[in-house]
């Protein structure tokens, strides 16, 4: 026998069954959202510190990388 969110009976029968019958019931409800992945789009005005760490070496790294003391 199939259990189904939608019928009282099948809830409260075990813990297992519930939680299966919650994420049944979660996975109707929200079809679209589980359809289409979050896009989230990174700019330097909405995330600036994020859009930095996403941005190539400054030129101020490749220097302190030819400055260096230490030569390979």
Same mark, same amino acid.
Request: hydrophobic share 35%.
């Given at each position: 026998?199939?259990?189904?969110?939608t019928?009282? @009976?099948?809830?409260?029968?075990?813990?297992?069954?519930?939680n299966?019958?919650r994420? $049944?019931q979660?996975?109707?409800e929200?079809?679209?959202?589980?359809?289409t992945?979050?896009?989230i789009?990174?700019?330097?005005? @909405?995330?600036p510190?994020?859009? $930095?760490?996403?941005?190539?070496?400054s030129?101020?790294?490749?220097?302190?990388? $030819?400055a260096?003391p230490?030569?390979?």
């Amino acid at each position: 026998m199939t259990l189904q969110y939608t019928n009282p @009976n099948d809830w409260g029968k075990s813990l297992l069954d519930d939680n299966a019958l919650r994420i $049944e019931q979660i996975k109707a409800e929200n079809k679209a959202a589980l359809k289409t992945p979050a896009i989230i789009e990174i700019t330097s005005e @909405n995330n600036p510190d994020i859009w $930095e760490l996403l941005q190539p070496p400054s030129e101020q790294v490749s220097f302190l990388r $030819e400055a260096s003391p230490i030569r390979e």
